[in-house]
């Protein structure tokens, strides 16, 4: 018998649980501005992931997916995309997306059913928001194929949950991606859970990430609690892929501390004790003591930061409540370049409809 195959796959960690750095700062995450950046940033995501849940509970907006515990892994992967890049996400990237310009009171109109939300992207390329699970990568494959064929020099970066890789569209993303050499980056966050289905269920396979091997990219495993690790290893990554056209596929593990969205009920079926044990590691509080340890944060400028903030999230709030709904005939609007008939007779259906019941 002769091996003929042998694999790798590296796990990347910078600041570890009890916030030492091991090594020196990538030179990606260098500046200490950055560092309070990503830091600012967390801490934002978390307080208006706050609020967006408790205005769901309050009837205010009609579902939400928390980042709750996962905001490193979007944090340092919108830190790490260059303006040109073109960003294909999933519904739980959030702290991604506002650093890509999106409005915060955009996602809020957007989960409350409001489809303008959505078209936030008038200057740039890059994706809407999407919900079909596992659609992305092959979305970002068709994107990285056209970067390709027109010679620039961008690159695609798409995310999507562990319970997206089980599907056959991730494999055949990764597989194009490898065959053809595109310029992309996949990140697979893991957060252990696809709403009920616990990563051990998901796949036998001992990582995500090895599941690049059979596509011939690179892959590998970063730790998503560690916001540094995650914004250097993507910025090493979109450079390949940008400067080398070699695709990369990172596996960013971190652990959902929420519900799946508000419509779930983890209760049901998340063992007990285990959100706490993994709470330890979070990214925030590990992030804080580091930057405390190195006296570039303190109580104060916690305090200001938490105010600040506030203020901002709830000018978000008002921005979104104070928003004129969409009319009801606004459905057929992005359906077709030109309505076909039947949808025209309907939408006037519905347009008299309303001029009966409101005037
Ligand atoms: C094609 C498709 N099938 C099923 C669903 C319902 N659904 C929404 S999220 C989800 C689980 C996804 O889990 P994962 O990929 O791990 O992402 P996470 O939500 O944990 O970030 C499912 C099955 C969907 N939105 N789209
Ligand atoms: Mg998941």
Not at 18 to 41: A, E, F, W
Not at 80 to 87: K, M, S, W, Y
Not at 172 to 179: H, I, P
Not at 251 to 256: C, G, N, P, Q, T
């Amino acid at each position: 018998m002769n091996v003929v195959a042998k694999f790798e796959i590296p796990y990347y960690q910078c600041l570890d649980e009890s916030s030492i750095l091991h090594g020196n700062l990538p030179d990606s995450v260098k500046d200490t501005k950055q560092l309070v950046k990503l830091y600012r940033l967390m801490v934002l995501l978390r307080i208006f992931d706050t609020k967006a849940i408790a205005l769901q509970r309050t009837g205010k907006l009609g579902t939400y997916p928390s980042t709750r515990g996962q905001e490193a892994v979007f944090v340092g992967m919108g830190a790490a995309l260059a303006n040109d890049d073109v960003f294909v996400p999933y519904y739980r990237d959030v702290g991604t997306l506002i650093q890509r310009g999106v409005k915060l009171s955009d996602i809020l109109l957007y989960w409350g059913g409001d489809e303008r939300g959505n078209c936030y992207h008038k200057d740039s390329e890059d994706f809407p928001y999407s919900v079909p699970v596992g659609s992305q990568p092959l979305h970002g494959a068709g994107i990285a194929t056209a970067l390709k064929i027109r010679g620039e020099k961008r690159a695609v970066l798409v995310t999507c949950g562990d319970g997206a890789s089980s599907q056959g569209d991730f494999y055949e993303a990764l597989n194009v991606a490898g065959a053809w050499k595109l310029p992309i980056v996949f990140v697979v966050s893991n957060n252990q859970w696809a709403i009920s289905v616990p990563r051990s269920a998901q796949s036998a396979s001992q990582t995500i990430a090895q599941k690049a091997v059979a596509a011939g990219i690179e892959g590998e495993q970063v730790d998503g609690n560690d916001v540094i690790a995650v914004c250097d290893r993507v910025t090493l990554a979109l450079k390949k892929a940008r400067e080398k056209n070699e695709p990369v596929l990172l596996e960013i593990l971190s652990y959902r501390q929420s519900d799946h969205t508000t419509a779930d009920d983890a209760s049901r079926y998340e063992p007990q004790g285990i959100r706490e044990k993994e709470w330890l590691k979070e990214p925030i509080g590990r992030m804080r003591k580091y930057l405390e340890a190195a006296k570039l944060w303190d109580e104060e400028k916690e305090k200001a930061l938490q105010a600040e903030c506030s203020v901002d999230v709830e000018g978000v709030v008002k921005e979104y409540l104070n928003t004129p709904p969409q009319s009801p005939e606004s459905m057929f609007d992005s359906l077709y370049a030109k309505l076909p008939d039947i949808y025209l007779e309907q939408r006037e259906q519905l347009i008299q409809k309303e001029i009966v019941a409101h005037g």
